[in-house]
């Protein structure tokens, strides 16, 4: 076996060993009534020795280290079933500052809170608790909440995120908790505006596989555009190799994409690619082993795929012209898939799922002169890569499905912002009578006939959309629309004062003291244009639309846009855009660097297991 091989994959490997030939070290002769240690037959350290390739100190030491686990978890059993004190397994992941052990045991009772273990946690790391994340069976815990209330029970694996954990840049430990806090806040700030508001710089826009908006109702498409950004800042936090703030960010994300439908899940991909991402976090923080949670999650991700995709990825083919570049995906599956194999000592299942992840990543090999050629044309590497693997490698075809891709990029985009305006074009113009928005089509063909705008939409509220009603009330009673035509001016919101001189200066020319009094409220105390109006209507007031339905007024009460803070939209600009890529494919942009690696350490540990 190789030399650097750790003493946490030594272990495992015994343990597999141990377990295939049904040895408990519980029991006599390896441990006595007393529960010290009994005494292990040379024969089998030997024998253990020659099949590990391992001195046989070491195989002594690591029986020892097993044996000593075995009957803690005996004794931590017995404790919890007649004390009711439970026993939790802590493992500190990644660069964290402790001094002491990355792995120990937490006594404590159920009924406490996730704060209450966060201190004891932080007691004994020396760690500051308030840059703590704890995370069990693929959930956050959370600070306010009874451990027994978050999925924790006796001798649940605990995960220690550090926030400041694989940190590039110079900041402090409290200001990337913070950041986690307001990039939250954001997120879910952005989510909750309107697909019709007018600040598209703050709009999250949610397609399928094929780029097209997909139309959900408001809490789903808050919820589901909350968890694609989580889910965005969590997979940047992954390429930069910041582990601890990205497992954090994607089980957020999880969070809230589990508030929506099971079947908008499976309409697109995001959940199978989440439940991927958090899986690779586990393995990147050396935590696969210890959380059933992953099996669970790649168990999902893999039927979301092959709804998503179809059993030969032929779905994918079919709308996108080529699967190659979802096959990335395919590598991390079939990777991570093979070590839980692994692990759960299925070794001839691992070594067939790690030649199938290293096959698939041989074909999506890229040239890297090819690479720059097309990089040096212009275009960004991303959609180099990618494209390049759709067309084997073809630089010529390469530039042809980029050129391709981003002018139906184009199409949609434009498309869409055709969509939005005809919807604030629909809110500004108000309801008509009976409480329907006014027909945009009817509108723009009357229009289109050189009728005013204002006019226009004046009748079209009178007439409930009526094209023919709408038209012979243009063209024969137009004075009747004069005083419904000025989307400017709201009496309701006009405080000035009607004076009896006011009053008396339109009543001198032959009209009513009440209808004066209501038309010069209706135009704001504006004499000329109140007695201009009376006159083109005969002297009688036509009446107006209810609040609700005048123009600009027309938001249901789920419709009210929510403004953003000038705190929210900086942390938005600062936290969220940078990590929203503008290639929505983003997330298909594997180097594959990491998953050689991994291929290649698991593949040479299952060697040694056959030796």
């Not at 959370?142 to 006796?154: A, K, N, T």
């Not at 586990?282 to 959380?291: D, I, Q």
């Not at 692990?343 to 999506?364: G, I, M, P, R, V």
Request: aromatic share 6%.
């Amino acid at each position: 076996m190789a030399s650097n091989v750790t003493e946490e994959e030594i272990l495992d490997l015994l343990r597999q060993q141990l377990n295939s030939e049904k040895i408990k070290l519980w029991l006599s002769p390896y441990t006595l009534e007393d529960g010290a240690a009994g005494e292990y037959p040379e024969a089998l350290i030997v024998k253990y020795s020659s099949s590990l390739n391992l001195p046989k100190e070491v195989i002594a030491e690591a029986i020892e280290n097993l044996r000593q686990h075995a009957v803690a978890k005996l004794a931590a059993r017995k404790k919890f079933q007649q004390q009711g004190i439970a026993t939790l397994k802590v493992k500190l992941s990644g660069n964290t500052d402790s001094n002491g052990s990355k792995t120990f045991d937490v006594e404590m009772k159920l009924d406490a809170s996730g704060f209450d273990l966060k201190k004891r946690i932080s007691d004994q790391s020396k760690i500051p608790a308030e840059i703590l994340k704890l995370i069990s069976c693929g959930h956050v815990i959370e600070d306010d909440r009874q451990l027994s209330h978050q999925w924790v029970r006796h001798n649940s694996q605990v995960m220690v995120i550090c926030l400041s954990e694989g940190e590039m840049e110079a900041r402090s430990q409290e200001e990337q908790a913070s950041r986690l806090a307001r990039t939250k806040d954001a997120a879910q700030a952005l989510a909750n505006r309107k697909e019709d508001s007018d600040h598209d710089n703050y709009f999250i826009q949610i397609a399928d596989q094929d780029g097209k908006p997909l139309e959900l109702p408001d809490g789903e498409r808050r919820a589901l555009s909350m968890a694609m950004m989580l889910n965005e800042k969590g997979r940047a936090c992954l390429k930069r190799k910041q582990y601890g703030e990205a497992l954090v960010l994607l089980l957020e994300a999880d969070g809230a994409f589990k508030l929506c439908r099971s079947e908008i899940l499976t309409a697109v991909d995001n959940y199978a690619v989440l439940c991927l991402d958090i899986v690779w976090c586990y393995l990147c923080l050396e935590n696969v082993s210890e959380l059933p949670d992953a099996e669970s999650r790649l168990t999902m991700c893999q039927d979301c795929f092959r709804r998503s995709y179809g059993d030969n990825l032929e779905r994918l083919a079919g709308i996108k012209g080529d699967s190659s570049r979802e096959l990335a995906l395919y590598v991390r599956l079939y990777l991570l898939q093979g070590i839980l194999a692994f692990y759960h000592q299925q070794h001839n299942l691992a070594l067939t799922l790690l030649n199938k992840a290293e096959t698939t990543l041989n074909s999506l090999q890229v040239d890297e002169s090819k690479l720059m050629q097309v990089v040096s044309m212009g275009f960004d590497i991303s959609e180099a890569r990618l494209c390049l693997r759709a067309t084997g490698g073809n630089v010529s075809n390469a530039i042809t499905k980029i050129t391709e891709r981003r002018e139906r990029k184009k199409e949609i985009i434009e498309k869409e912002k055709e969509k939005r305006q005809k919807k604030r074009l629909a809110l500004k113009l108000g309801k008509t009578a009976d409480g329907q928005k006014v027909n945009i089509e009817v509108y723009e063909s009357l229009v289109g006939m050189g009728f005013p705008t204002s006019a226009v939409a004046a009748s079209l509220r009178q007439t409930n959309n009526d094209l023919h009603r709408a038209l012979e009330l243009l063209q024969e009673q137009p004075e009747l629309l004069q005083l419904a035509t000025d989307p400017d001016e709201d009496d309701d919101d006009w405080k000035g004062v009607i004076t009896d001189s006011m009053i008396a200066m339109v009543t001198e020319v032959g009209f009513q003291p009440l209808i004066a009094r209501e038309a010069l409220q209706r135009y704001r105390g504006n004499i000329e244009k109140t007695v201009q109006a009376l006159f083109a209507c005969g002297g009688i007031l036509p009446p107006r639309p209810s609040k609700e339905n005048r123009p600009g007024t027309s938001r249901d009460n789920d419709e009210v846009e929510i403004e953003l803070t000038e705190e929210q939209k900086k942390a938005v600009e600062e936290l969220i855009k940078p990590d929203i890529p503008e290639n929505e494919e983003d997330y298909l942009d594997l180097t594959l660097d990491d998953e050689a690696k991994f291929i290649e350490q698991y593949k040479t540990m299952l060697a040694s297991l056959r030796k």
